[in-house]
């Protein structure tokens, strides 16, 4: 048997801006984009050469969805970004306006930065060991 998490939801306050960090500034593949009326959107990005996990990007309805936002895992890092080239990507990522929190460090399992999207959440850009 074989299982696989397929998608991640993420809650943003507008598809648009969420698309344009995601795929604009990260760099990820726009897969899909499909209309399910009354304002709703399915969008799904996905990193460059990733073959299973993505992330549907989630609009937030109502208060408690809108409260939400950037902190899906209490303050946390929540979501990890593997690289096969940390150097690179970091370099596109600072050039491309993302907000890193500390300068890139070594640890044990790889080279690590955290940074944040614009809604708050954070995130791991890391080259395993």
């Not at 760099?27 to 304002?39: H, V």
């Not at 990193?47 to 299973?52: V, Y």
Request: proline content about 3%.
């Amino acid at each position: 048997m074989k299982q696989t998490i397929a998608r991640v939801a993420v809650v943003v306050p507008d598809y648009d801006e969420a698309i344009a960090f995601y795929c604009g500034k990260l760099g990820f593949d726009l897969l899909e984009d499909s209309d399910l009326g009354g304002g709703k959107r399915w969008v799904v990005v996905r990193p460059k050469g990733a073959a299973e996990t993505a992330l549907l990007l989630a609009r937030a309805e109502g208060e408690r969805q809108r409260a939400a936002i950037g902190n899906q895992t209490g303050g946390r890092v929540g979501f990890f970004l593997f690289t096969d080239d940390f150097s690179r990507d970091h370099a596109a990522m600072l050039s491309a306006g993302v907000k890193f929190l500390e300068a890139p460090r070594d640890e044990v399992y790889g080279t690590v930065a955290v940074f944040v999207d614009p809604f708050g959440n954070s995130w791991d850009l890391l080259q395993a060991a």
